[in-house]
């Protein structure tokens, strides 16, 4: 009874003959936090807020200072810094996630050193030059630690450099295309988080992640299908068109599954924006702005009133 989920006990609840007092007891030992999980919580949220206005603090110092600073004085500080906290990082006594916290920190320190090293002696070199270093640098940490922040911070860092790739080098590539590309990037990446947390490979993901992954893919569908919509489906559209097609079902589905209203109020809203778009394609008009209006005050007005459906159902269900 160690390792029990909240998904154990909406399943023992609804196949055996538990009392509310038993199950309420359960939630209380597995589920809710105590006085110890506070406590942990709440130091490694102050551990993570001293290394992050520790870096932000670095980044201002040079900033401020730029001018009056000694080349290697500039260089000489950033190098220092990385490698204490990377040995800090490595001493076998700190616990797993404050190491992990403080390499998250190491992490974006190498990007301030790219970014002083450029500064000092005009490199000349493209911004995605800058981010491409960044991410290959700090790639091993991120796969050996698998630490979610530092695990986002590496995929920002992966369509960033993607993206000005495409600004300064890859300029004649479609719009679709890149869209495309970066859609099915990060679907794939959310598809195999969603795999990897299988309970037989004893893996645990934190839900903050696949939302905001799942966030990004929504933003960039909505974005790419607007795109597609207003250049009149040219080349690439089709294959943007049946990813989206094809996700978005998976994405409601999933929520369904796993009772998450997240899902289910992300995806309706993307749709009522790619909806709303068409409805401007056929017409600038008047008339269509005041049909669009209403048809958004009522699509958004549905979407509620079923996710509140939809949690009532799924309260009782437990």
């Keep these: 009874m160690k390792n029990i989920t909240r998904e154990d006990i909406h399943i023992l609840s609804r196949h055996s003959d538990m009392t509310e007092q038993e199950l309420n007891r359960l939630l209380k030992n597995h589920e809710y936090n105590d006085k110890e999980m ?23 110092f040079f900033a401020y200072n730029w001018a009056d600073l000694n080349k290697f004085f500039k260089l000489g500080i950033v190098e220092v810094l990385l490698v204490t ?104 990446i959310l598809t195999g988080s969603f795999i990897i947390q299988k309970p037989k490979l004893k893996l645990k993901i934190p839900l903050w992640f696949t939302h905001i992954l799942a966030l990004a893919i929504a933003v960039c569908a909505t974005i ?60 600038d008009d008047g008339s269509m702005f005041f049909f669009a209006t209403f048809f958004v005050i009522g699509s958004v007005t549905m979407v509620v009133i079923n996710l509140i459906h939809l949690q009532k159902k799924w309260k009782n269900e437990n």
């Design 38 to 60: 506070w406590k942990k919580f709440l130091r490694l949220f102050f551990i993570t807020l001293g290394i992050g206005f520790a870096t932000a603090g670095i980044i201002f």
């Design 85 to 188: 906290t990377t040995i800090v990082a490595l001493i076998p006594k700190i616990n797993e996630n404050v190491r992990n916290i403080i390499l998250t920190g190491a992490s974006v320190l190498v990007g301030v050193l790219f970014a002083v090293f450029g500064q000092i002696y005009q490199t000349g070199a493209n911004a995605y030059d800058f981010f491409l270093a960044w991410t290959l640098f700090v790639a091993l940490w991120v796969f050996i630690s698998n630490f979610a922040p530092l695990w986002m911070l590496f995929l920002v860092l992966v369509n960033t450099t993607f993206i000005l790739y495409t600004q300064q080098v890859a300029k004649d590539w479609d719009e679709i295309l890149i869209a495309t590309l970066l859609l099915a990037f990060n679907s794939a």
């Design 224 to 283: 790419g299908m607007t795109i597609v919509i207003f250049d009149d489906f040219k080349t690439f559209s089709g294959l943007f068109l049946c990813i989206v097609l094809i996700l978005y079902p998976l994405g409601i589905w999933h929520g369904l599954k796993s009772k998450s209203g997240f899902y289910l109020s992300v995806i309706p809203f993307s749709m009522i924006i790619m909806i709303t778009s068409l409805l401007f394609k056929f017409s």
